[in-house]
T-cell receptor
Framework: QQQVKQSPQSLIVQKGGISIINCAYENTAFDYFPWYQQFPGKGPALLIAIRPDVSEKKEGRFTISFNKSAKQFSLHIMDSQPGDSATYFCAADRAGANNLFFGTGTRLTVIP | DGGITQSPKYLFRKEGQNVTLSCEQNLNHDAMYWYRQDPGQGLRLIYYSQIVNDFQKGDIAEGYSVSREKKESFPLTVTSAQKNPTAFYLC???????????FGQGTRLTVV
């Protein structure tokens, strides 16, 4: 059973455009929602994260929007650049859990 | 520099062989994890450990084994019982109370 559902599986965006990746979860005990960025042949690295007590968090061109009632959260990449081309994973975690639950990933391609 | 080191980067296995993937961290993290990554399936948990000499099965433990004799080290053995071992393997670690997981660079295992 997939604890975190992520869409789309792949995304192509023009340089300068907005990239949007969506995730949904079921377990209301989750209290930490990170996004990881992974370049080909490398391990994922934390990009940005949010807790459910806020509805939005922004770090540079990257923004997480969080809708607690809908149990959904999304990553927005403003002014997308070719260097943003990577695979993005959303995840969910809860205090005392043994594991981060990852989405299936979104492969983003930003074309010049 | 603190971090997680996985070795080797590439590994080739013959049918019927056991192979061991190395994971070492100098972050003083208690929790360590092994994930398997396949295209379109995200990161699936194989094993995790929260303390020396103790580890737990994840979602896809069959055909794999681990040990945790030292805090810094969490090697993964892919046994001949694993019928489809070709994949990208990722090791991660974090503190017990922490949220961010730190990943190694991965090992790509191919059966030849």
């Amino acid at each position: 059973q997939q604890q975190v559902k992520q869409s789309p599986q792949s995304l192509i965006v023009q340089k300068g455009g907005i990239s949007i990746i969506n995730c949904a979860y079921e377990n209301t005990a989750f209290d930490y929602f990170p996004w990881y960025q992974q370049f080909p042949g490398k391990g994922p690295a934390l990009l940005i994260a949010i807790r459910p007590d806020v509805s939005e968090k922004k770090e540079g061109r990257f923004t997480i929007s969080f809708n607690k009632s809908a149990k959904q959260f999304s990553l927005h990449i403003m002014d997308s650049q070719p260097g943003d081309s990577a695979t993005y994973f959303c995840a969910a975690d809860r205090a005392g859990a043994n594991n981060l639950f990852f989405g299936t990933g979104t492969r983003l391609t930003v074309i010049p | 520099d603190g971090g997680i080191t996985q070795s080797p980067k590439y590994l080739f296995r013959k049918e019927g062989q056991n192979v061991t993937l190395s994971c070492e961290q100098n972050l003083n993290h208690d929790a360590m994890y092994w994930y398997r990554q396949d295209p379109g399936q995200g990161l699936r948990l194989i094993y995790y450990s929260q303390i020396v000499n103790d580890f737990q099965k994840g979602d896809i433990a069959e055909g794999y084994s681990v040990s945790r004799e030292k805090k810094e080290s969490f090697p993964l053995t892919v046994t001949s019982a694993q019928k489809n071992p070709t994949a990208f393997y990722l090791c991660a670690s974090r503190t017990l109370a922490g949220t961010e997981a730190f990943f190694g660079q991965g090992t790509r295992l191919t059966v030849v």
